[in-house]
């Protein structure tokens, strides 16, 4: 399993990691149940940008110093590739995110806090599957087809009518987690679990925080497979996955109030799915450089929303005739 991380750069990552993530608790903590303002989440989502950006510079200007030109500029280029699709890809958890709230009626206050906690929770769990992911494709490169093949299957659901508008009610997890669990009948505050007449209850908060960590483990079958694509150094892998991820609980305030605005983006997800996909079918036979692979991943992103914002303005003007 080849990497270019090293002691220095996993511990420097690790490092900035902790550092980000007690700053941001303790603006959380400071702000309490108060939900940010969409100005205070698009600074937090540019202030993640900024810093993957910041970090992938000093990382391409270390391996410029300890390796070549060539490596650095194409593993600083696998970076940015990955992190732009997972950060593009993330939004379609943003939007499953906004329905299982609604359907537990978590208010914005304590959304913040359950956000928190699905974060931290996905850490760890990324960890795992890329450091799992990276070894198994290491020893059976054939994996690359089968991620190829459920990344197209992936697509078409994705682009089918209906997907993630199942009643969340009506998903499996949650009528077996009725089943096999008291739940209380409403939300007791930031509490996971109450107790009544001496029995232990569980809140919807805890069945909301559940389905937040399952969703993201779902999310992780599309994303993590498609930077696989891109790159299959774990430090490269981990390190974008996780920027990405770092920064998705402010680009969830940001997108809380405006997703109507987004409703065809599932399609340009989609069409990068489908790229992604046919990226690791063909390996053996022809290969995408990592540099067309940001192109067309920028380029279906900005088309997507262009058509998203011509759509909405032509819909607007058809209400007002």
Do not use: C
Not at 174 to 199: C, D, M, P, S
Not at 262 to 275: D, E, N, P, T, W
């Amino acid at each position: 399993m080849h990497t270019v991380g090293n002691p220095l750069l996993w511990g420097s990552f690790a490092v900035v990691v902790i550092i980000m993530l007690a700053v941001d608790l303790l603006m959380q903590g400071r702000a309490g149940d108060k939900p940010p303002s969409m100005k205070q989440a698009a600074l937090w989502s540019l202030l993640w940008v900024a810093l993957a950006l910041v970090f992938n510079a000093l990382f391409w200007a270390y391996l410029l110093q300890t390796e070549s030109r060539a490596v650095s500029d194409s593993q600083a280029l696998a970076f940015l590739t990955g992190y732009l699709l997972e950060k593009t890809l993330a939004a379609d958890n943003v939007f499953v995110w906004l329905m299982l709230f609604s359907y537990f009626a978590v208010p914005l206050s304590l959304q913040r806090r359950l956000l928190t906690w699905g974060i931290l929770g996905a850490i760890g769990l990324r960890a795992v599957m890329v450091f799992a992911g990276s070894w198994l494709i290491s020893e059976f490169q054939w994996l690359l087809y089968v991620f190829g093949a459920f990344l197209l299957f992936t697509s078409i659901k994705m682009a089918l009518p209906g997907h993630n508008e199942q009643d969340i009610g009506n998903r499996p997890l949650v009528r077996w987690l009725y089943r096999h669990l008291r739940v209380a009948n409403e939300l007791h505050g930031e509490r996971f679990f109450i107790r009544r007449n001496g029995l232990l209850f569980a809140t919807p908060l805890l069945l909301a925080l559940i389905m937040v960590e399952f969703s993201d483990v779902i999310f992780s079958l599309d994303s993590i497979p498609a930077i696989f694509a891109v790159t299959t150094d774990p430090f490269i892998v981990l390190t974008s996955n996780l920027f990405a991820i770092l920064g998705l609980r402010a680009m969830y305030f940001l997108l809380a109030n405006v997703a109507e605005r987004f409703s065809l983006l599932k399609y340009g997800l989609a069409v990068i799915l489908v790229f992604i996909g046919i990226k690791m079918l063909i390996v053996d036979i022809i290969h995408i450089p990592v540099a067309v692979s940001l192109a067309m991943v920028a380029l279906t992103l900005t088309v997507t929303l262009m058509l998203n914002t011509w759509v909405k303005r032509r819909q607007r003007r058809v209400r007002q005739r």
